[in-house]
């Protein structure tokens, strides 16, 4: 098995919010004591509403937030416990593919100047003209050709699925290991989403990347995992709800959660789209951060909830090879609920 | 090949009242770079009591279509040709006055940014009370139990809700009021701009799920446009597929989604993958969207279209009507479908 590249343990993160009229500050905390492991050349999957915390977990791993507490650990080091050039290192090795290219970019500077400057800052290019080439190079490896057509356009000038092409060759530029894609296909049209997909996986077969590919559509999440192999992570109100091995999780879901966003997940076929209900949920809205329920958070809005759901807290329990936050787990897996 | 006019008299059996018809519908926008050109001689027909989804991508026309129904218009926008026929009335002939009945008492709209459509200093009971005011309507208690019915119908409390303010709501709850705002004049026509894009999985199902039900129970036209083809599989009667600017296939529902005909509403259908199905033949749609500012010539479509021939790069072409409330604009759809 390869090596571990990135891992988190007990990893949380709160958020100082202050009230506008007088009164304490308040914390909601938005990743919630978070165990993952992502091994070289291997994909985790990272699902979950609006709120879940799914960002800030990426985030924290790239030494972009500081947790509140816990840990991040890259190639078995903590990222905060780094020297000042260890972590330069660490920081050229991991990058991030944001959910909209258009404020990624800075808007008054060609796309060669936003390429080359990280390749001129880290060294890797020695002048402009090495870094032009090298420009080149990278735009024709994610499909712009030809490179000379982009490299002196402004990011207006180009529709999405360009940018975001672009926006890949930059964090592919400085050859890191660890690419975290914070929802990077949400934003583009449905025709280009999968190329985008295809291509990242593409580059991951060539440079031997991990992603932490962060989205909440489960359609993708399957087309992902199912093309590039890894692990699927459910996340709900900050915290891991589920965790395994590939599409399964979504084809066969064990937490109550999880089963819902299949439930809800759209369908491209009106017969089957329709016999489907209303999901189950006690209420439909998610609870805000700054009023989580006691017990399982999931609680107030599962439809299988107990007295118990209410009070305890779940533990991870380990059903078959996945990691399941729910009293219930097994009956889940059974069949029974 | 027969033209849209021509078989609209052959075809007048059908019996099924149209309340909306767009005809030759072509809208430009004043851009820097030159004339963007939004809608295409667009045809359109909406039938009395169905919800027509229409689908398209980002730039496909869709969200000017909506506005241009309501003549909302924009600064730059330019509209080069064609009419909106409404219950046979010409939209844009239409004097101030006419215009002001029409919107929202014939044709109401939910916009994409539903979630910012209230206003922030009013509560929800004085958004009812001053729209009913603004169509002449000031018996405020009859409002009132109208709209109380209304977000009963789309599961919300009245009772609270109505007093509320929109930053006291979450944003599926927000989209509820703003529909049944949408609802409060029983318009015969309830566009919907996007209305599920900006919220979340599950309250976009639960979303969905209740305009199904309004529209039962209501028996009210609607338009939902979105550009996720999968939502419109749960809600639309019928479903037209946009196209730079152009419709390309419409057609009833279960057609589109079981026997597509055009070789972009079949290659959208495969591009995205949902939670069922064989997930190893989803595939992306190769090359990029037309540019608006400079379309490719004869068939939008070409350049990405794998059955292209010299035709279809060169001539334009017609939407031709084949069925039953189905039309297709494709030089090749017979060839590839093998009728």
Same mark, same amino acid.
């Given at each position: 098995m390869s090596e571990v590249l990135v891992e988190t343990k007990n990893l949380v993160k709160e958020f100082k919010i202050r009230r506008r009229f007088g009164g304490g500050d308040r914390f909601i905390r938005a990743v919630d004591n978070v165990s993952i492991t992502l091994r070289e050349g291997e994909n985790l999957a990272l699902v979950g509403e609006s709120g879940s915390g799914k960002s800030t977990l990426g985030r924290l791993t790239l030494g972009l937030l500081r947790p509140t507490?816990?840990?991040?650990?890259?190639?078995?080091?903590? %990222?905060?416990?780094?020297?000042?050039?260890?972590?330069? $290192?660490?920081?050229?090795?991991?990058?991030? #593919?944001?959910? *909209?290219p258009y404020s990624s970019f800075n808007p008054v500077k060609t796309i060669f100047y936003s390429l080359s400057t990280p390749l001129l800052h880290h060294k890797i290019a020695r002048n402009k003209r090495e870094a032009y080439h090298m420009v080149a190079d990278l735009l024709r490896r994610v499909g712009l050709e030809p490179p000379s057509d982009f490299m002196n356009r402004y990011p207006s000038r180009m529709s999405g699925g360009q940018l975001q092409r672009i926006a890949i060759a930059r964090a592919i530029s400085l050859r890191p290991k660890y690419i975290v894609a914070d929802e990077a296909v949400s934003m583009l049209d449905a025709s280009l989403?999968?190329? %985008?997909?295809?291509?990242?996986?593409?580059?991951?077969? $060539?440079?031997?990347?991990?992603?932490?590919? #962060?989205?909440? *559509?489960?359609g993708i999440t399957r087309y992902f995992i199912h093309k590039g192999g890894g692990k699927v992570a459910v996340m709900y109100l900050g915290s891991l709800v589920e965790l395994g091995e590939g599409e399964e999780v979504i084809r066969n879901p064990y937490h109550p959660y999880t089963r819902i966003l299949v439930e809800a997940s759209p369908i491209p076929d009106p017969k089957m789209a329709r016999s489907r209900g209303i999901p189950k949920l006690r209420s439909l809205d998610i609870p805000s951060l700054t009023n989580v329920p006691p017990g399982c958070k999931f609680s107030s809005r599962c439809p299988y909830a107990d007295t118990i759901c209410e009070k305890k807290v779940p533990e991870y329990r380990k059903v078959d090879d996945r990691l399941v936050a729910c009293h219930y787990a097994e009956q889940f897996k059974t069949g029974e609920l | 090949m027969e033209s849209l006019q021509e078989t609209e008299q052959s075809n007048s059996q059908e019996e099924d009242e149209i309340i909306l018809s767009i005809r030759n519908l072509t809208i430009d926008f004043k851009v820097p770079r030159g004339l963007l050109r939004a809608v295409d001689k667009l045809n359109l027909d909406v039938y009395k009591g169905e919800?027509?989804?229409?689908?398209?991508?980002?730039?496909?026309?869709?969200?000017?279509?909506?506005?241009?129904?309501?003549?909302?218009?924009?600064?730059?926008?330019?509209?080069?040709?064609?009419?909106?026929?409404?219950?046979?009335?010409?939209?844009?002939?239409?004097?101030?006055?006419?215009?002001?009945?029409?919107?929202?008492?014939?044709?109401?709209?939910?916009?994409?940014?539903?979630?910012?459509?209230?206003?922030?200093?009013l509560r929800v009971i004085s958004h009812m009370v001053d729209t009913a005011e603004a169509h002449g309507i000031r018996d405020k208690k009859s409002v009132i139990k109208k709209a109380t019915e209304l977000l009963e119908m789309v599961r919300l409390d009245s009772d609270v809700v109505l007093r509320r303010y929109q930053h006291e709501l979450s944003g599926g709850m927000k989209q509820r009021v703003v529909s049944a705002l949408a609802l409060l004049l029983d318009p015969k026509l309830v566009i919907l701009d996007e209305p599920t894009s900006a919220l979340d999985m599950l309250t976009q199902k639960f979303f969905v799920k209740i305009l199904a039900e309004i529209k039962r129970k209501k028996n009210i036209t609607m338009m939902?446009?979105?550009?996720?083809?999968?939502?419109?599989?749960?809600?639309?009667?019928?479903?037209?597929?946009?196209?730079?600017?152009?419709?390309?296939?419409?057609?009833?529902?279960?057609?589109?989604?079981?026997?597509p005909l055009h070789p972009y509403t079949k290659a959208l259908l495969n591009s995205i993958p949902s939670v069922v199905g064989d997930v190893s033949q989803f595939k992306p749609i190769p090359g990029i969207p037309p540019d608006p500012v400079n379309p490719p010539p004869g068939c939008r479509f070409h350049p990405r279209c794998p059955f292209a021939t010299d035709t279809c790069s060169k001539v334009e072409p017609n939407l031709e009507k084949i069925g039953y409330k189905r039309w297709i604009s494709c030089h090749r759809w017979r060839e590839i479908n093998h009728v």
């Open positions: 507490s816990g840990n991040v650990f890259y190639m078995g080091k903590d %990222i905060w416990k780094m020297t000042k050039e260890e972590f330069r $290192e660490f920081r050229r090795n991991a990058q991030i #593919i944001h959910q *909209d989403r999968l190329g %985008i997909i295809d291509l990242l996986l593409d580059l991951q077969k $060539e440079y031997g990347l991990s992603y932490l590919f #962060i989205t909440h *559509d489960l | 919800c027509l989804g229409i689908v398209g991508e980002s730039g496909s026309g869709k969200s000017v279509l909506a506005h241009a129904i309501l003549r909302l218009k924009d600064p730059n926008e330019i509209i080069r040709d064609g009419k909106i026929l409404f219950e046979g009335r010409n939209v844009f002939e239409f004097s101030d006055k006419e215009l002001r009945e029409y919107r929202w008492k014939d044709v109401s709209i939910v916009f994409q940014g539903a979630l910012t459509s209230l206003n922030p200093v939902f446009i979105t550009h996720d083809i999968a939502t419109v599989a749960e809600i639309a009667d019928r479903v037209a597929v946009m196209y730079a600017g152009k419709v390309i296939e419409v057609g009833p529902v279960e057609e589109i989604f079981y026997n």
